[in-house]
Each structure stands twice: as C-alpha cells, then as structure tokens.
C-alpha cells in the first residue's frame, strides 16, 4: 500500500472542495472551412500543474490550484506536415481543503500521487468535456483520440 496522509481525518469531508473551475482562455484555429470532408488525424498534447496555496488573510482554509493546459491539433491525412486545426484551452481549478492544516501539511499530501490525482482527475474530465464539445461545434469527431493524462 501507498502512504497515507493526515491531511483527511475522520472529522473533515473525504474529498477537497472544488470552489472554482473556469476556462481561463481559449484559441481555436480552424482551417477545415472550405476543405471537403476528409480524414483528421487529431493529437492531444497536455500540461498539467498543481500548486499549493496559504489561506487568505483573516481564513484558515488551504487550497490548491490545478491548471490544465490542452492543445488538439488536427492534420488531414493528405498532408501531415500541416496543422489545419488547432484547439488549445487553459483551465483552473481552486479547491478549499480541510481547515486548520498548515502549508507544510498541505504541501505533503499533495506529494502524495493518489492525493495529487484525486485534485487533477476532477479538473481534467470538466477540462475534456469542454474540449469535446468546441471539436463537436467545428464537426470534428473525437471518438479516437486518448483522452488519458
């Protein structure tokens, strides 16, 4: 078994708080207009990050911050040196973790990786899900693209 943290006890919510999730910006590129149907090769580049933060002033309340960073880019079949779409999204997710844990505290249950993924896995799949939806407006299927960080 893995190792265990302190950071959740018996007395506080099993999971962090997600307070805030938000698409922080967005690009798209599209250069499918005018082209024709034809076969799409899609690849999915991402970034993920997780930081610490000290409580507000005047809380004692933790939080972390995970930023997903995702790119799609698409090249027709024919000519694969050629990027013809581009999607690339920046997302944010603020969670509120239990009260009255230090920094340092914090800081070691995120080095954790089940802990770290409990935090990631939530932002990414509301990440994804909006990614799915801009391909589906631009008549893109994203049906064989991994979707796994």
């Given amino acids: 078994m893995g190792r265990t943290s302190s950071i959740v006890d018996a007395k506080q919510p099993a999971r962090p708080k997600l307070a805030r999730f938000l698409l922080a ?17 899609l690849s999915l580049g991402n ?3 997780v930081r610490t933060m000290k409580p ?5 309340t933790c939080r972390a911050h995970v930023i997903v960073s995702l790119t799609f880019i698409g090249h027709m079949a024919e000519n694969p040196d050629e990027a013809i779409l581009r999607l690339e999204g920046v997302y944010q997710a603020r969670y509120l973790l239990p009260a009255g844990k230090t920094l340092k505290e914090v800081d070691e249950w995120v080095a954790v990786d089940s802990s770290r993924d409990l935090l990631i896995s939530q932002a ?5 899900q ?4 801009q391909l589906d407006m631009v008549g893109v299927s994203h049906r064989a693209v991994d979707f796994s960080w």
């Fill in 56 to 60: 507000l002033e005047g809380k004692d």
């Fill in 124 to 128: 990414y799949v509301l990440a994804m």
């Fill in 47 to 49: 970034k993920i990050q």
């Fill in 130 to 133: 909006h990614m799915k939806q």
């Fill in 25 to 41: 910006s967005f690009k798209l590129k599209n250069g499918l207009i005018g082209k024709g149907a034809g076969k799409l090769a």
